[in-house]
């Protein structure tokens, strides 16, 4: 049920809201690229496994890009890769990393691509900024038949002691129980909302799921620059960013005596297999 809140707050609003999330990425692109984690090999395993065919040779449409981190690791697996991003930030830190690689302005609810021009569409991080109701039909128009859409996220893994305390210490900051810096992955992929409003929702039968869990060690000022990266905080502005990083430092070094911190991530995956 829609609470009281929820609906007093006009559609336009939380859209404009949305979009201002989206855009703030722009502005720190330079801290996402330094900080943010790839994915593991694993992961490009289960997408090929979903999608009955392999990403070496594949034509990819890499869709919201970003600094190229998914971009960089389907063209080591020998993908022909063709990167869509809408940010003026974050394309201008994409061509700094990945001079050669092809990159073209656009988003994933108009997509700049032509009709049966890929085999696999990757939306690493970024299928919740778009809007289902135009992203899956152009999704769709994009692939080729028995071509593949598939999303994945780096959520952090919340069966983790430390990793769930310090979700508690971001809300309690915040003074928001919704407050999550992993950008709504888990929420969508549990609750299958990622179609939501698409007009032809994909058929069960051709949705795969995987949870793939790696994790990476790094000095504490790259966690803590990561978390910094984060759309969440940076609405909040440098001063309560601050505020909480400085304080989560004591804590993390409780935890990780030698400031090397053990990110641990759960990727949500989901591929859907075009008719």
């Not at 979009?19 to 090929?48: H, I, K, M, Q, T």
């Amino acid at each position: 049920m829609t609470s009281p809140t929820a609906r007093s707050v006009p559609y336009e609003s939380l859209v404009q809201a949305h979009a201002e999330r989206a855009r703030s990425f722009n502005g720190a692109a330079a801290v996402y690229a330094a900080a943010r984690p790839s994915y593991p090999s694993a992961l490009l395993d289960a997408v090929e496994e979903l999608a009955g065919r392999p990403v070496e040779g594949a034509r990819v449409a890499d869709v919201g890009a970003g600094t190229g981190i998914s971009t960089a690791l389907l063209r080591a697996r020998g993908a022909r890769v063709v990167a869509v991003e809408p940010g003026d930030g974050m394309a201008a830190q994409f061509r700094r990393a990945l001079p050669d690689a092809s990159l073209v302005r656009g988003d994933g609810n108009h997509l700049p691509l032509a009709s049966g021009s890929a085999d696999l569409i990757t939306y690493a991080q970024s299928w919740h900024w778009t809007d289902p109701a135009h992203s899956f039909p152009e999704a769709m128009r994009v692939l080729r038949p028995g071509g593949a859409l598939a999303l994945w996220w780096n959520t952090d893994a919340q069966d983790v002691p430390w990793i769930a305390e310090q979700a508690e210490r971001i809300r309690q900051h915040f003074g928001d129980a919704r407050a999550n810096k992993s950008g709504g992955g888990t929420r969508t992929l549990e609750k299958d909302l990622h179609f939501a409003g698409a007009p032809f929702p994909p058929a069960p039968d051709r949705i795969g799921r995987r949870v793939v869990r790696w994790s990476r060690r790094v000095p504490v000022d790259t966690h803590l620059t990561n978390i910094a990266s984060h759309s969440l905080f940076i609405l909040h502005g440098e001063e309560s960013t601050r505020a909480f990083l400085d304080q989560e430092r004591i804590c993390l070094h409780e935890v990780f005596p030698d400031d090397v911190v053990e990110e641990v991530y759960d990727v949500l995956l989901l591929v859907v297999t075009a008719p």
